[in-house]
Every structure is written in C-alpha cells, then in structure tokens.
C-alpha cells in the first residue's frame, strides 16, 4: 500500500481564533516584506472566519507566492531581427536614343 503524506495543514472548520465562527473561503489582501521591499497582492485567497474575521492564507497560494518572489521567471530579451545586406539600387541611366 503506497502511503502519501499531505504537506499543507488541514484548513480547520471551526475558527481557531473565536471557537465559534465557521471558516469559509474567500480573499484578502496579503503584505510581507522580501529582501527588505514590501509585497502587497491583493485578492489572495484565504480562509476566513463569518464571526471574527480570523484569516488563515491559503497555504498551496502561499507556496506557489513564496516560490514566484525567490525565483523570478526570466525577463524576457526580444533580440533585434538580423541585419540584412543593404542593397543599392540598380544606376538607372536616362532613356534616350542614342545607344550607350
């Protein structure tokens, strides 16, 4: 039997912080600070008390954060298109009768 151990803690039904409140699903604002600079996303998903306003932050988003602020994907460098040989225009000569 293969045995799978589930890395994010239980989100609790009942409010941790007033004991009588349900926690339900919704959003919030989030700030931390990184390397000093302050993160501020807003709308992030969380659990949050109808009683009290306990929130708990969603922990799979928290990762999935944490993981975007210590390593930023690539910026990415349009290079510029290849240079293509100048050609001069043909010498146009003037029409006339005379042969050249």
């Known amino acids: ?3 799978t151990f589930n890395m994010t803690p239980e989100i609790p039904e009942v409010c941790p ?15 931390a600070r ?3 600079k302050p993160v501020m996303v807003p709308d992030f998903p969380a659990w949050i008390c ?8 969603d922990p799979v988003s928290l990762t999935n954060l944490q993981r ?3 390593n930023p994907p690539k910026p990415y460098v349009s290079r510029p298109a290849p ?3 100048k050609t001069k225009p043909a010498k146009t000569h003037p029409q006339t009768d005379q042969p050249a």
């Open 50 to 57: 109808d009683v009290c306003g306990f929130t708990i932050y």
């Open 83 to 85: 240079k293509t040989p």
């Open 17 to 31: 912080h007033c004991y009588f409140g349900r926690i339900q699903p919704g959003k919030r604002s989030f700030a």
């Open 34 to 36: 990184t390397n000093g």
């Open 68 to 70: 975007l602020l210590t």
């Open 1 to 3: 039997m293969k045995q």
